[in-house]
């Protein structure tokens, strides 16, 4: 196996501008997977699901792709449901009910086939159990994602489990949180001070993202989008692309800066459609070519440039 998902299933109601309301598929296993599938890697997730409708249509849509089901649990009680809605800068967006069900007490449990791994994913999730999961599972690459909820409520078990991560993935809010500082430089290198042995990707939504290692800070550029249609899954999308590139790249820290471009791309398709629609449409021709697009932008002359015209982002 190359890569281990541990993260939430869910369904979503969104409620997106102009009044479009619609309920699909959501949770961080499943965007990151079929993110990470789009580049040929072997992909199995553990998360678990209620023994609802919604839990069917989930694994129907999921069977749809090569990704490994075996650590996906059926239990008894309702799938995990989220409703939100977004305002017309969605940078914002707002709860509007949260029901954990059978998610609220998972414990994820690490199939055999799934112990050694390359890469380690640990989406969401309580860092009390990013640490026993780390602990159980030989893999290769451990990478972590958190949350402002973990950051407020368990900083102190947090701190611990970054000791034994090779690379986090945050948000600049949650970078800030983290880092204690509204400056996010500031805030990253005292990240950073907790990550023995890590890197750390900061993502800054319609901004782009920032690569901080021990020597090097690398800045890629978001993919220029006119009409954003949905961020729901963007991040996780992001991170499945990254490390679906990066295992293809052979885990090379000096490879990171590169898989940033491929995760880049591949969220740009997420948010272009309602859940993860239009992230299951693309094919990895689709996201090389915006790829391409994307190295192309970053120019010291703009004559230069082949793709300063928008309609040549395509």
């Given at each position: 196996m190359d890569l281990v998902i541990v993260g939430s299933v869910a369904t979503d109601k969104l409620h997106l501008p102009l009044g479009v309301v619609c309920e699909t598929i959501g949770g961080s296993c499943i965007y990151a997977a079929i993110a990470s599938v789009k580049f040929g890697v072997s992909v199995g997730i553990v998360g678990a699901v209620g023994d609802d409708e919604?839990?069917?249509?989930?694994?129907?849509?999921?069977?749809?792709?090569?990704?490994?089901?075996?650590?996906?649990?059926?239990?008894?009680?309702?799938t995990f449901f989220w409703e939100g809605r977004y305002f017309e800068d969605m940078n914002q967006r707002e709860t509007l009910s949260l029901s954990l069900g059978v998610f609220?007490?998972?414990?994820p449990k690490i199939p055999d086939q799934y112990r050694s791994a390359k890469v380690l994913f640990l989406a969401n999730i309580?860092?009390?159990?990013?640490?026993?999961?780390?602990?159980?599972?030989?893999?290769?690459?451990?990478?972590?994602?958190?949350?402002?909820?973990?950051?407020?409520?368990?900083?102190?078990?947090?701190?611990?489990?970054?000791?034994?991560?090779?690379?986090?993935?945050?948000?600049?809010?949650?970078?800030?949180?983290?880092?204690?500082?509204?400056n996010l430089i500031r805030a990253s290198n005292r990240i950073m001070e907790y990550l023995n042995r890590g890197n750390l990707i900061v993502k800054k939504g319609e901004h782009g993202s920032i690569l901080f290692t021990s020597e090097k800070m690398c800045f890629v550029p978001a993919y220029p989008l006119e009409d954003p249609v949905d961020p729901t899954g963007a991040g996780d999308s992001f991170a499945g692309a990254l490390l679906g590139a990066w295992l293809n790249l052979g885990l090379r820290e000096e490879c990171l800066g590169e898989a940033m471009f491929y995760a880049t791309a591949t969220a740009s398709f997420c948010v272009e459609g309602i859940g993860p629609t239009k992230l299951a449409e693309c094919g990895l021709e689709d996201i090389k070519k915006r790829t391409d697009v994307l190295s192309s932008l970053i120019c010291r002359r703009w004559e230069s440039n082949p793709h300063v015209q928008k309609d040549t982002w395509s």
């Open positions: 919604r839990a069917t249509k989930i694994l129907s849509f999921l069977s749809k792709f090569p990704i490994d089901q075996t650590g996906v649990e059926r239990l008894n009680g309702q609220a007490d998972f414990v309580s860092p009390r159990l990013q640490m026993e999961l780390i602990r159980g599972v030989d893999a290769d690459v451990v990478v972590l994602d958190t949350m402002d909820h973990w950051i407020y409520s368990d900083k102190e078990s947090l701190i611990l489990a970054l000791e034994a991560v090779d690379l986090l993935i945050v948000n600049d809010q949650e970078a800030r949180l983290l880092g204690e500082s509204s």
